[in-house]
């Protein structure tokens, strides 16, 4: 199993709204990572988890807050968000060592309206 | 710094073989990745190479990496109509004691019948 199951596929949401996506791989991965992917763009990293706590933070706003409550799963809290955030957030996945490779879900296509 | 380029669009016949190359800057990457974008879906790993190897076969899949030019290439043999997507190289790299991948700009791949 290779799975990075993401919900939900399809997000729409209000500038004043508070959601959550979520993220979810049962292959005992101890990286999970999120990644922004703009139109016709490549995917740019935003976070990474290593063994349930933040390792990595790329200057992200903080209208994005990514949580791991355990080791399957990784959420990424929106609130306040912005049109321009619109984008698909991809959740990915690997053992946690460089030699080692790396699952991406089919991600979330968020839209703010 | 981290750079990954490649070329944006590559068209080629059914049947014929898809070359599409890929420069990264990162000397200290050890792993070099091929990832396939459909539309509106998510990133499926195709094929990765260890930085110590020079070729890599999988199927109709051949990786080739030339270390000394940073250069990666990614010939799919016999194009069909379902190869039909974006290709993306992606180099990996530690920071801070974590890792991430970094993404070419994509490579969209056009059979023409």
């Known amino acids: 199993d290779t799975e990075v199951t993401q919900t939900p596929k399809h997000l729409v949401m209000g500038m004043t709204n508070k959601k959550s996506l979520k993220c979810e791989q049962h292959?005992?991965?101890?990286?999970m990572y999120w990644y922004k992917q703009k139109a016709k763009k490549p995917p740019e990293l935003m976070f990474v988890y290593s063994y349930e706590k933040l390792s990595i933070n790329e200057s992200v706003p903080s209208r994005f807050s990514p949580e791991c409550p355990n080791s399957s799963l990784l959420n990424l809290h929106l609130h306040a968000l912005q049109p321009e955030d619109s984008a698909l957030y991809l959740c990915a996945s690997s053992q946690g060592q460089v030699n080692t490779e790396a699952f991406f879900g089919q991600g979330t296509r968020l839209t703010v309206v | 710094g981290e750079d990954v380029e490649q070329s944006l669009f590559l068209s080629v016949r059914e049947g014929d073989s898809s070359v599409i190359n890929c420069t990264y800057t990162d000397s200290s990457s050890t792993y070099l990745y091929w990832y396939k974008q459909e539309p509106g879906a998510g990133l499926q790993l195709l094929t990765y190479?260890?930085?110590?190897?020079d070729m890599k076969q999988d199927q109709r899949l051949t990786v080739l990496l030339n270390k000394k030019d940073k250069h990666l290439s990614l010939r799919i043999a016999d194009t069909q109509t379902g190869d039909s997507a974006i290709y993306f190289c992606a180099e990996r790299h530690i920071r801070r004691g974590a890792d991430g991948l970094t993404f070419g700009k994509g490579t969209h791949l056009i059979i023409q019948p």
């Open positions: 292959m005992g991965h101890r990286a």
């Open positions: 190479i260890f930085s110590n190897m």
